[in-house]
């Protein structure tokens, strides 16, 4: 089995900063894509911002300029630097990782449990 846990989140005002972090672990073989999607009240899962492990990474044109995503592959981490927060950035956001297991090398799509972002303006 694959976990991803992740830490952070919070509540915070409107302007300041905030940082995720989220570690895949289980049985890996590989990660490829991982990254942050969130869900608002009432709305769809929507993209936040996605990394390749080569490097590549996609952000949601509304958080381009204010979030950064990095991560660390040798331990399986993904992190999202939020700076310039807004309240409409409030929603839980899921840690998403796209894994090969040990098991049978098939990528399968794993997801945490979601983390609260809170900001008040």
């Known amino acids: 089995q694959v976990q991803l846990v992740e830490s952070g989140g919070g509540l915070v005002q409107a302007g300041g900063s905030l940082s995720l972090s989220c570690a895949a672990s289980?049985?890996?073989?590989?990660?490829?894509?991982m990254g942050w999607y969130r869900q608002a009240p009432g709305r769809r899962r929507e993209l936040v911002a996605i990394r390749s492990s080569g490097g590549n990474t996609n952000y949601a044109d509304s958080v381009k300029g204010r979030f950064t995503i990095s991560r660390d592959n040798a331990k399986n981490t993904v992190f999202l630097q939020m700076n310039s927060l807004k309240p409409e950035d409030t929603a839980v956001y899921y840690c998403y990782g796209n894994v090969k297991t040990r098991t049978d090398l098939r990528s399968t799509d794993y997801w945490g449990q979601g983390t609260q972002v809170t900001v008040s303006s």
């Open positions: 289980g049985n890996i073989f590989s990660v490829s894509t």
